[in-house]
């Protein structure tokens, strides 16, 4: 995961596997990304494999920039990824670019 962006945008780019084995320690180094009247965008394109675990762990950084003030969005998710938020209905719920 490595951040890039200007003051108005912060983009962070996700690269690897989003299962149940890394999810954990991905929420814990994604703890900085949001700022109060900030928006950060989250670039999935180097997202190699994700299972339901991945998709929980948008949901969780959804909730963490809700509660921090923050804005958030999702670019480039892997066709598996898209597949899962299909699937179990949350396109409405996870902002995708």
């Known amino acids: ?5 200007n003051a ?3 983009t962070v ?3 690897g596997e989003l299962d149940v084995d890394n999810v954990p320690a991905r929420l814990r180094k994604s703890a900085a990304w949001f700022n ?3 928006e950060t965008v989250v670039d999935l394109g180097g997202v190699t494999r994700a299972d339901s675990a991945g998709v929980a762990l948008l949901l969780e950084w959804i909730r963490e920039a809700d509660k921090a003030g923050a804005t958030l969005h999702f670019a480039n998710a892997p ?3 898209r597949a899962i938020i299909d699937f179990c209905a949350l396109n409405d719920v996870i902002p995708m670019r």
């Open 79 to 81: 066709a598996q990824m």
């Open 1 to 5: 995961m490595s951040p890039t962006g």
């Open 36 to 38: 109060p009247g900030r």
């Open 8 to 10: 108005d945008i912060h």
């Open 13 to 15: 780019r996700v690269d």
